[in-house]
């Protein structure tokens, strides 16, 4: 049997998850502002926590009997469609920045956003907050961080200092702080510990 856990906001600091004996673990990854059109409208309530969904929706949540992935994912997935999520206008611009973030990784300050949407900063920030529940500059730190880590796992012979540098970094003592704050490790453990998981590294106890 697989019990429900709950909807999350977005986790601002690393997370550490202990598996152990034997079972599964699913979950579901939805886009930037579909907390709000799930109804959630102050998504910054749920940052870095989670939360039973039987307090945010008025339906069941499904507890899944079997042991088989696809017939969870259909399972989930009704449940998902059943809740009738709607995208505002709001939902839309917050997905719309985070998409802009992701995509030009050269991008370092919400000035820039807010360059790009033709909109001014505090706008993209009031959209940030709203739609998402984090700040614009946040998020643009987090893709970058993703993209190093990224680099980590899969390029060889990677110099943290050019790596630094490339992330618009102005010393590499600022993208190991920073690195270390996003990831739990600094990015010297996290490439030796790396394996063949993406995004994952086992914590050494």
């Known amino acids: 049997m697989l019990r429900p856990g709950g909807p999350s906001g977005v986790m601002t600091r690393s997370a550490v998850q202990r598996l152990e004996g034997n079972g599964m673990a699913f979950g579901a990854k939805l886009q930037p502002g579909a907390l709000r059109a799930f109804g959630v409208m102050e ?23 079997g042991d088989q992935p696809q017939a969870l994912v259909a399972e989930v997935e009704a449940y998902l469609i059943a809740l009738q ?11 719309e920045i985070a998409q802009i973030a992701e995509d ?29 529940g984090v700040h614009p500059k946040w998020l643009i ?7 190093a880590a990224l680099r980590l796992e899969t390029e060889a012979n990677v110099s943290l200092s050019g790596l ?19 990831s739990g490790i600094n ?12 995004n994952h590294v086992p914590i050494r106890e």
């Open 141 to 147: 730190r987090c893709f970058r961080l993703q993209d």
């Open 43 to 65: 998504p910054w309530l749920l940052r870095d926590t989670v939360v039973p969904a039987s307090s945010l929706f008025q339906t069941r949540q499904p507890i899944y009997q």
């Open 85 to 95: 999520p709607r995208h505002d206008a709001l939902s839309l611009r917050a997905r």
């Open 164 to 182: 630094a540098q490339a992330l618009g970094y102005f010393d590499q003592a600022h993208f190991i702080h920073d690195f270390k704050a996003f």
């Open 104 to 132: 030009n990784l050269d991008i370092s300050s919400v000035a820039a956003v807010a360059d790009r949407l033709a909109l001014s900063e505090r706008s993209v920030q009031e959209i940030g907050h709203r739609g998402l």
């Open 187 to 198: 990015p010297t453990t996290y490439l030796a510990q790396k394996t063949e998981h993406l």
